[in-house]
């Protein structure tokens, strides 16, 4: 998904972050270009001394560590990450306090609930920067794509989601820019995009493919997709109406921005060094954060699987890629006139539901199967969940089948599978 933007009304209080988020984009840039690994280990080194001073604030890692007979100051580089102990999500969202560093002055500090890909959502610290960090990588990926910043850019978060949400904002941290959230759902979506002409466009796989079906829109930058599946049919299909380059980015509330696929090779994940660290040769991603901030996480893992190694790749990039990586399973359901749409625009529907507490199967065009960890489906879920299909494609109410079912039968894998289809035999 495209960044959680925090509205606030003195937006001016960006500006003295400006230099911040300049040096932030001139460092992904160095380890970027960095050829020699001895070197970038060195630079990643030197980020530890604040890691190792957070995790003396944090009463989960002092506790965590003493009973595994270690101390923060034993971690002197990156080569002695592997004796300190894994954080599993869940152990997050449990202790989400505890885990904080929170500086006895905490100003600007927030809680935000991440979206809960793996079926627990979690509670999260931020600070200032935090807030701002985005901002601050975008810049350094429009220098990855040649997109040249103008002055007093626009930035558009485009949504497809149904409840149709719109505002706009003033963002001085990006060249005294503005942020507009525009609806797909709303009649003059096209209109509005015309007005605003942005400069860079986020947005999901389902609003990439509202996108595509439009004509005669102005032409951004660059466009920005969360690393959902991005089909490259709709990748085709949108480069036939906006030749724009699309750029697909992997973060996690948790986290921030941790990886961005190859514009020139997909399916290779360039990890953002310096900021954090994922730890090569695993099947499983595993990340350290080496950016200061009020949430130190040493082994964290996101429940994302993938392999790191080292590599130099040809669209220029030097340093550590995310090969095979799997978040989110793709599925897409089919309308009763052939098109095909995202499962995942559905995921909104069961915003009170745990991942790992539902599945939606559908069975044929006009015919879904719905299951539930819950003796009956309540009236305002299933009414949310046909008011949404009708949103997506479906002319009237599909035939939905609802099953109470047992938690353990709905458990496939690492990640939850929460959507899945039959039609003409694909899942």
Avoid at 160 to 168: D, F, V
Avoid at 328 to 336: D, L
Wanted: proline residues 8%.
């Amino acid at each position: 998904m495209a960044p959680r933007a925090n509205l606030r009304r003195d937006t001016s209080s960006q500006r003295p972050y400006v230099p911040w988020a300049e040096d932030i984009a001139r460092g992904l840039s160095r380890l970027a270009a960095l050829g020699s690994e001895d070197e970038a280990r060195a630079e990643l080194d030197s980020r530890l001394e604040w890691l190792r001073g957070a995790l003396l604030q944090s009463p989960y890692y002092v506790r965590r560590l003493r009973d595994a007979g270690l101390h923060p100051g034993d971690l002197r580089s990156l080569r002695d990450l592997p004796h300190f102990p894994l954080l599993e999500r869940a152990t997050l969202a449990e202790h989400w306090e505890e885990v904080s560093a929170l500086p006895s002055e905490q100003e600007g500090c927030v809680v935000v609930r991440s979206s809960g890909s793996t079926g627990a959502p979690v509670k999260v610290v931020r600070d200032r920067r935090d807030c701002l960090h985005m901002w601050a990588v975008l810049r350094f990926w429009l220098a990855r794509a040649a997109v040249a910043l103008p002055h007093r850019p626009r930035v558009v978060l485009l949504d497809a989601l149904p409840g149709g949400l719109e505002y706009s904002t003033r963002l001085p941290i990006l060249r005294d820019g503005a942020l507009h959230r525009v609806s797909v759902l709303r009649p003059d979506a096209r209109e509005r995009l015309r007005r605003v002409a942005p400069t860079v466009l986020f947005s999901d796989p389902e609003g990439l493919r509202w996108l595509a079906e439009q004509e005669g829109l102005p032409e951004p930058g660059l466009v920005l997709s969360s690393a959902q599946h991005l089909s490259r049919e709709l990748r085709e299909a949108l480069a036939r109406v906006l030749p724009a380059p699309v750029l697909n980015y992997y973060a996690t509330t948790e986290t921030g921005p941790l990886a961005w696929e190859c514009l020139h090779a997909p399916g290779r994940f360039h990890v953002l060094a310096p900021d954090v660290w994922l730890e090569p040769d695993l099947d499983d991603v595993v990340v350290t954060r080496l950016r200061p901030g009020v949430l130190p996480l040493v082994r964290y893992r996101p429940a994302d699987a993938g392999t790191v190694r080292r590599e130099s790749c040809a669209c220029g990039f030097h340093g550590w890629t995310l090969q095979d990586f799997g978040g989110r399973g793709a599925c897409a359901f089919t309308t009763p006139s052939g098109r095909r749409v995202d499962a995942w625009a559905l995921a909104w529907v069961f915003k009170h539901h745990a991942l790992r507490a539902f599945r939606v199967t559908q069975l044929a065009p006009e015919h879904f199967e719905l299951e539930l960890v819950e003796a009956t489906a309540p009236g305002p879920l299933l009414e949310r969940l046909e008011g949404a299909l009708r949103n997506l494609g479906w002319p009237r109410a599909p035939r939905l089948e609802v099953r109470a079912v047992e938690a353990d039968s709905l458990v496939t894998g690492t990640k939850p599978q929460p959507f899945r289809t039959r039609v003409d035999g694909h899942r």
